[in-house]
Antibody
Framework: QVQLVESGGGVVQPGGSLRLSCAAS????????MHWVRQAPGKGLEWVAY????????YYADSVKGRFTISRDNSKNTLYLQMNSLRAEDTAVFYC???????????WGQGTLVTVSS | EIVLTQSPATLSLSPGERATLSCRAS??????LAWYQHKPGQAPRLLIY???NRATGIPARFSGSGSGTDFTLTISSLEPEDFAVYYC??????????FGQGTRVEIK
C-alpha cells in the first residue's frame, strides 16, 4: 500500500537550516506530483510547496518563497524540502502528501516536527 | 488567493446526531473543493473531493454538497470515531492551494 515516511525534523535555531526527506513506497513515485503541507501548533493546515512528477515545475507559499526549496530524486523515491533562514513561525509538523486524485491530497505521511527556537 | 471560511469553529454533538459543517469561499471555486478529517497525531484523511465525491473507503454517512462559493459536509449519524477536526480545501485557483481554518466536532 502507499506509504510516505517523513524524516529530518528537529530543533534548530532561528536563521538555521534543515532538510526534510519523505520516502515513498507502494506506488510509482515518478508518476505523481508531490507536496509539502504543514501545521503549526494549534493552527490549521497550510500548503507549503509543490513539485511536478518530473521536476522543473515548483510552486511555493508566499510565506516560504525564497527560503525553502522542494526537490525530488525519482531514482530514490524520495522528496525533499530544504529549509533555510528558518523563523520561529516555521515551527510546525511538516507532512508530505501526494495527489493521485489531481490536486487533492489522497495520501499523507505521519509528519515530522520542526521546532525553531533559540 | 482564495480564502475559505469554515463555520462553526466548534460543533458540540452527541453520537448518533447529524453534523452539518459549512465552508464558504471568497470567490467561486466551481466544484473544486475537498474535505479532510484530521485527528491528533494522525495524518489528515481525504473524505470528499470535487465537492460531492466520496474518496475510496469513506463510509456513506459522509456526504458533501455545494458549488460556487458555498459548500456543506454532512455526517448523517456521528460515530465515536468521527470526533475530529474537519478542513475544506480548494484547488480551483492555485497557487496557493488553500485550506479553511477548520471545524472541530467534539463530543457534547
Amino acid at each position: 500500500q502507499v506509504q510516505l515516511v517523513e524524516s529530518g525534523g528537529g530543533v534548530v535555531q532561528p536563521g538555521g537550516s534543515l532538510r526534510l526527506s519523505c520516502a515513498a513506497s507502494g506506488f510509482t513515485f515518478s508518476d505523481y506530483a508531490m507536496h509539502w503541507v504543514r501545521q503549526a501548533p494549534g493552527k490549521g493546515l497550510e500548503w507549503v510547496a509543490y513539485m511536478k512528477y518530473v521536476g522543473g515545475n515548483e510552486y511555493y507559499a508566499d510565506s516560504v518563497k525564497g527560503r525553502f526549496t522542494i526537490s525530488r530524486d525519482n531514482s530514490k523515491n524520495t522528496l525533499y524540502l530544504q529549509m533555510n533562514s528558518l523563523r520561529a513561525e516555521d515551527t510546525a509538523v511538516f507532512y508530505c502528501a501526494t495527489t493521485v486524485t489531481p490536486y487533492y491530497f489522497d495520501y499523507w505521511g505521519q509528519g515530522t516536527l520542526v521546532t525553531v527556537s533559540s | 488567493e482564495i480564502v475559505l471560511t469554515q463555520s462553526p469553529a466548534t460543533l458540540s454533538l452527541s453520537p448518533g446526531e447529524r453534523a452539518t459543517l459549512s465552508c464558504r469561499a471568497s470567490q467561486s471555486v466551481s466544484s473544486y473543493l475537498a474535505w479532510y478529517q484530521h485527528k491528533p497525531g494522525q495524518a489528515p484523511r481525504l473524505l470528499i473531493y470535487d465537492a460531492s465525491n466520496r474518496a475510496t473507503g469513506i463510509p456513506a454517512r459522509f456526504s458533501g454538497s455545494g458549488s460556487g462559493t458555498d459548500f456543506t459536509l454532512t455526517i448523517s449519524s456521528l460515530e465515536p470515531e468521527d470526533f475530529a477536526v474537519y478542513y475544506c480545501q480548494q484547488r480551483r485557483n492555485w497557487p496557493p492551494i488553500t485550506f479553511g481554518q477548520g471545524t472541530r466536532v467534539e463530543i457534547k
